[in-house]
């Protein structure tokens, strides 16, 4: 994978603590970080720096959980959103893309973040491959 990862970490010190230890095996990454849903809406972050995945522990309440995705749905589209930890019932599908299991160490994290990127990228071209030979003329 190339370019930066920038990756937004929501939860607990404990679940903050293991996405940074996960970003120290990739050489090229940003990590923003924030506690609970308010704090990430105050978060100052330039709206020119995409973020590339969100992991938010699933550890507050299902209804800051919910604003939580909502929030970065609107704020960082292209966002892949990780949930890790517990089940949870309250978010539709379309609000997260996977989901990770609670226990999961450092080293497995960075692969699960890098793989959902990926796909993304790859979805995106062939979006765009797609539009160019439907319309030709926009090549």
């Known amino acids: 994978m190339t ?66 995705a909502e929030h970065i749905r609107r704020r960082w589209p292209d966002a892949q959103i990780l949930l890790m930890g517990r089940e949870a019932k309250v978010l539709a599908d379309p609000l997260y893309d996977e989901r990770i299991p609670p226990g999961l160490e450092a080293a497995e994290l960075l692969p699960a973040v890098e793989r959902l990127v990926k796909r993304k990228q790859r979805s995106r071209r062939a979006r765009k491959h797609d539009s160019k030979i439907e319309n030709p003329e926009w090549g």
């Open 3 to 68: 370019g930066t990862l920038r990756v937004l970490a929501i939860g607990s010190k404990d679940a903050l603590d293991l996405v940074q230890n996960a970003l120290r095996f990739r050489r090229r990454s940003h990590l923003l970080v924030a506690s609970n849903y308010w704090e990430l809406c105050s978060l100052s972050i330039d709206d020119r720096h995409q973020v590339s995945a969100a992991v938010i522990e699933v550890s507050t309440s299902d209804r800051d959980l919910l604003r939580t």
